[in-house]
């Protein structure tokens, strides 16, 4: 073969294990780098998992007034929000479900609790929710802090109410808390979007 083909041949060869080489630099970082951003997200995304996870929104609600503060609450925290229930439902007849929950205050009767489909442990923060029957948390509420471990966590409790503010169930709610080591915050009167959005700017 003439000099001059294998030369051109050669300078051929060389160029293309040049591009080779290259490519398989570029190919190797581009992996590497794939890897590192899937681990970055991963992370975030556990990260926030946890975060998240560390707050929970709990309610009771029988006219769903609660249950509609309570998702408008869950949604700007960006948690999750469960129903607190009794084992035996009241009666959907409003006079029929009043006598029984004033029954309930005036006998001090604490109904049992439906099962809470919750593991709570991996809870730090709880926003507890209810209406306020007769100028107080409903009986239901003692049965929460009677049957469910809540120790050192925090309850941040919000009620909706026609007539009664938040501060008409504190002295109650520092009572169900008394000597079980939870932390009880400042609450909430959750009639309205505006008074809802405010509180949780503030209380994230």
Known sequence: MPMKIRGTIGLIGVIILVIVGVSFVVHNHS???????????????????????????????????????????????????????????????????????????????HPELAKLNVDLSQYQTIWLGFPTWFHRPPMLINSFFDDVQLKNKTIIPFTTSASSNISESMP????????????????????????IDKFVKQNK
């Not at 109650?172 to 979007?193: E, P, R, V, W």
């Open 31 to 109: 992996d590497n780098q794939s890897r590192e951003d899937r681990q970055a997200h991963q992370t975030t995304n556990r990260k926030g998992k946890r975060a998240t996870q560390k707050t929970i929104v709990i309610y009771f609600s029988e006219t769903g007034t609660t249950k509609q503060a309570a998702q408008k609450i869950g949604q700007q925290l960006g948690v999750k929000t469960v129903a607190l229930k009794p084992k035996q439902a009241y009666s959907k007849e409003y006079t029929k479900m009043a006598s029984t929950a004033k029954a309930q205050v005036d006998r001090n009767q």
């Open 172 to 195: 109650y709610l520092k009572k169900m808390i008394k000597n079980k080591q939870i932390t009880l915050h400042k609450g909430l009167t959750a009639n309205d979007d505006q008074a």
